[in-house]
């Protein structure tokens, strides 16, 4: 009786809220480190939404290509929101709590995000890969059908898969420290801070984590190996140079995206890692939906096109309007 009692009394005492430490380097430059963020965010957010703009607005660029290119775009607005809007948020009031239910609910579209970008990355990199490779096959096999199912498959899996992990979490109690030294709400911080029993979860998640990582890495891989294969027998040396630049920068954006994943997740976790693990996470919860418009588009014929285009009928539109000539009362 007293032992329930207990329970009971250590539950309504229990943990409301968490405090994230935030990335730890440099205390001292906070200002700087919020303003350095907030113009990523900014950037991030602009970046995307424009292009994602440009794709809808222009019937030339309704290919997969773009199609799959307007998907990422609107994944990363989310992934940015989720992760950094609340790290600003934080930096710029010097508050760190976060209740427990924000805190799962920035887990569990963490989870999804990343689950639904790995899958998109390797869907674009096959498209690329049967445009540059498979030419006379392409039109046959990248119909709208399959454009769509593809798309499905990406949005619909990372929601099925997460929902056992993320019901999982939320059933986590915790008691005792509350203080999370990382700048969001990561698996691996939450779960060292149950005081549940986490070895299910734990199997869970790693072979989650395998599933979602691996499978597209290796497509996404080989992909690109097909590709620079081909562009290297390509004979004119500037098509050979520009299809050449562009894809190392697909590449090394895609490995590094990957590399830093496998590293935080695959890996098994070791004192050494965790520190190193905040850093590697800036990778791909802030670069990549940074750099990704950036590298899709700054090379991009057609998008360039299309932003003229488009800045020329936002010209023509401000002209036909006229601005209403000022009413006052004064004025008879
Ligand atoms: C995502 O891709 C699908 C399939 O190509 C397309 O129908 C849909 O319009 C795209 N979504 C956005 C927001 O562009």
């Excluded at 030419?135 to 099925?160: D, E, G, H, R």
């Excluded at 070895?199 to 597209?216: D, G, W």
Aim: overall charge positive; hydrophobic content about 45%; charged content about 10%.
């Amino acid at each position: 009786m007293e032992e329930i009692l207990d329970i009971e009394k250590r539950n309504q005492t229990g943990i409301r809220g968490f405090i994230l430490l935030g990335l730890g380097i440099f205390p001292e430059l906070q200002p700087l480190l919020s303003g350095f963020f907030l113009l990523i965010y900014l950037i991030t957010i602009t970046g995307n939404l424009l292009i994602l703009l440009l794709i809808v607005a222009d019937q030339h660029l309704h290919t997969p290509m773009y199609l799959f290119l307007a998907n990422l775009t609107c994944l990363d607005t989310c992934y940015s929101t989720n992760i950094l809007l609340k790290m600003l948020a934080n930096l710029l009031t010097g508050e760190r709590t976060i209740t427990v239910s924000e805190c799962i609910a920035q887990y569990h579209f963490f989870s999804l995000c990343t689950g639904t970008e790995t899958y998109l990355l390797a869907a674009m990199s096959y498209d690329r890969y049967l445009a540059i490779c498979r030419p006379l096959l392409y039109a046959s096999i990248m119909n709208k059908k399959f454009c769509f199912q593809l798309m499905a498959v990406t949005w619909l899996n990372s929601l099925i898969c997460n929902a056992i992990p993320v019901a999982l979490v939320a059933q986590l109690s915790f008691c005792g420290s509350n203080v999370i030294d990382h700048y969001f709400c990561d698996f691996h911080p939450l779960e060292k801070l149950s005081c549940t029993d986490t070895s299910l979860l734990e199997i869970i998640t790693f072979f989650l984590s395998f599933v979602f990582v691996i499978p597209p890495f290796l497509l996404t891989l080989i992909s690109y190996i097909c590709i620079i294969g081909t562009i290297i027998k390509i004979k004119s040396t500037f098509g050979r140079q520009k299809a050449f630049s562009t894809c190392s920068s697909h590449l090394m954006v895609v490995c590094l995206y990957y590399g830093t994943i496998i590293v935080v997740y695959v890996l098994p976790d070791s004192p050494t890692l965790t520190h190193l693990n905040k850093i590697f996470s800036i990778f791909y919860t802030v670069m990549t939906p940074l750099v990704n418009p950036l590298i899709y588009t700054l090379r991009n014929k057609e998008i360039h096109k299309a932003t003229r285009q488009l800045y020329g009928k936002m010209v023509i539109l401000a002209r036909s309007h006229p601005k209403p000539p000022i009413s006052s009362p004064f004025i008879r």
